[in-house]
């Protein structure tokens, strides 16, 4: 089975400042997805970022950014101009392209404080 | 456009009790994954629905099972609870048939407490 670890439980950011969070994951397959969710206190988990594998352009969307390195198995998470609302736990998620199996495997997650 | 809606939001049972979860999907999607979600972990995966039909298990006993109805709403039964089974209980759809997507989109979950 796919592995997901995310080696930082918690981390802090100044807000305004850029703050990484960091993924590895374990597969032997060569097509898959890989997302980021964030769930803040709601606990509504909700999609931040995604990247397909076989794309070697990392994804962005607004302040969020991703360094996608598929040899070495990373995908982090990169959060620009930190802003308060971004104070969360973060999962990393792989999925397969298999037709069989798209389950999710998620990692322990990464709570994220922003600091005023 | 609704999203994904579970309920009840909370729920308190006690040990060896029987427990049943409701989740509807996004609209347009016709696939719903269940995933349990213990205090300070991520979701791990129970199973998937699709066609009425659970097409994907995760590595949970036989106390969890599902149910997918022709609307595509899906519920989670989980027979003889234990303390272990305390828990936030998360909902997440998809399509699996024509237009697939690779997302999951998730409800805000059930808290199930077991004393």
């Known amino acids: 089975a796919q592995t997901v670890t995310q080696s930082q439980p918690e981390m802090s950011v100044q807000e305004a400042e850029t703050v990484t969070l960091s993924c590895t994951y374990d597969?032997?397959?060569?097509?898959?997805?890989l997302f980021w969710y964030k769930q803040p206190p709601s606990r509504q988990m909700i999609l931040v970022i995604r990247?397909?594998?076989?794309?070697?352009q990392n994804a962005t969307e607004n302040r969020f950014s991703v360094n996608f390195q598929k040899a070495a198995k990373s995908f982090s998470l990169k959060i620009s101009d930190s802003q308060l609302g971004d104070a969360a736990m973060y999962f990393c998620?792989?999925?397969?392209?298999?037709?069989?199996?798209?389950?999710?495997?998620f990692g322990t997650g990464t709570s994220l404080t922003v600091i005023p | 456009d609704a999203g994904v809606t579970q309920s009840p939001t909370h729920l308190i049972k006690t040990r060896g009790q029987q427990v049943t979860l409701r989740c509807s999907p996004k609209?347009?999607?016709?696939?719903v994954s269940w995933y349990q979600q213990a205090l300070g972990q991520g979701p791990q995966f129970i199973f998937q629905?699709?066609?009425?039909?659970?097409?994907q298990r995760g590595n949970f006993p036989d106390r969890f099972s599902g149910h997918q109805f022709p609307n595509y709403s899906s519920e989670l039964n989980v027979n003889a609870l234990l303390l272990g089974d305390s828990a936030l209980y998360l909902c997440?759809?998809?399509?699996?048939?024509?237009?697939?997507?690779?997302?999951?989109?998730f409800g805000p979950g059930t808290r199930l407490t077991v004393l």
């Open positions: 990247q397909e594998a076989y794309k070697q």
């Open positions: 998620a792989y999925r397969s392209d298999s037709n069989t199996g798209n389950q999710f495997y």
């Open positions: 609209s347009g999607h016709d696939t």
């Open positions: 629905y699709y066609e009425e039909e659970e097409r």
């Open positions: 597969t032997s397959e060569s097509d898959y997805y």
């Open positions: 997440a759809s998809s399509t699996r048939g024509s237009g697939a997507t690779d997302t999951q989109y």
